[in-house]
């Protein structure tokens, strides 16, 4: 029987302490399981504040839990410490950012990272082996060369910008993307080309992806499974069309009503059924919003 994925086992993460400061629990006894050989799309939910950024940078070994473990294919982040396992792990492991033009220097050409990341990673030596790399990445994600070789980020769309992080990020040959928000800074009209890219990375090269978001609609539209955050906590979890359209944690129901609902009645009735059960009331959002950070939390 093959080793799990990913494995997360208790994973807890605080910030703050000492004399007389504050200590804020970022993330709280999260754990789940991404099996091999079962790529996913495995969505992770919640507003600003919720952990969700903090787990993934835990997941991505940028910060180490403070609590748990978390397990690569059964070794435990905390032993990579020499750099050809730090370089194993982020060939087979690599992130998607939320912000394209954040990822990219805007002095440099765009091309120029992907043949620096095919020398790297693939040890392609030479500019024509780098480019083949190149090419090659940026046809899976609907793009090629000539339309990107020799341009600043600044003269590429966010869609295309995010397609080409996207692509640079596959020229390793990863098992698992981790995309913090990754289309919540592409126009709106351009995020379902990067949804239905995360979808076919599954499909066509069973690459799993870990989906972080705070948009209900696109996490139900790409997801296979979900986790539900609030606060740090998972506070419900499962099947994400079940858990999206039957909803049993208050949270969560607050959560669908205010996000999808553009029945305002609908959303004051969750609420107040989540006061009921404590938590937190906040005023309602139209269709399509996301949900007022709470303050005081981390993200």
Not at 57 to 62: E, P, S, V
Not at 232 to 239: C, L, P, T, Y
Not at 258 to 263: G, P
Not at 271 to 283: H, K, N, R, Y
């Amino acid at each position: 029987m093959s080793l799990p994925l990913l494995e997360l086992r208790g994973i807890g993460k605080s910030y703050g302490g000492g004399w007389l400061r504050h200590r804020t629990r970022a993330v709280h006894d999260v754990s789940f399981t991404l099996e091999t050989g079962r790529p996913e799309v495995f969505a992770i939910i919640g507003e600003s504040g919720s952990g969700k950024s903090t787990l993934a940078r835990m997941i991505l070994n940028a910060t180490a839990p403070g609590e748990g473990q978390i397990l690569f294919r059964g070794r435990d982040l905390a032993t990579i410490r020499r750099a050809a396992d730090r370089r194993a792990f982020m060939q087979a492991v690599q992130p998607v950012f939320q912000n394209p033009f954040e990822a990219f220097n805007p002095l440099k050409r765009v091309d120029r990272y992907l043949y620096a990341t095919a020398h790297h990673f693939t040890g392609a030596q030479g500019r024509v082996a780098q480019e083949a790399k190149a090419d090659e990445a940026l046809h899976k994600v609907g793009l090629s060369l000539a339309e990107i070789r020799g341009r600043f980020p600044h003269e590429l769309s966010g869609g295309q910008l995010q397609r080409v992080a996207i692509a640079r990020a596959l020229i390793p040959g990863p098992a698992l993307l981790v995309a913090d928000e990754p289309v919540s800074m592409i126009d709106a009209s351009l995020r379902m080309t990067v949804v239905n890219l995360f979808r076919r990375l599954r499909d066509e090269l069973g690459v799993s992806i870990i989906y972080i978001t705070h948009d209900l609609a696109t996490a139900y539209y790409i997801s296979d499974r979900i986790i539900i955050m609030q606060r740090g906590e998972v506070v419900e979890a499962g099947d994400a069309r079940r858990v999206l359209m039957a909803p049993q944690h208050p949270y969560s129901i607050l959560l669908r009503a205010s996000v999808l609902s553009a029945d305002p009645p609908e959303a004051d009735a969750a609420e107040a059924d989540a006061a009921e059960a404590g938590v937190p009331a906040q005023p309602w959002s139209p269709a399509g919003a996301s949900l007022a950070a709470r303050s005081g939390d981390v993200p």
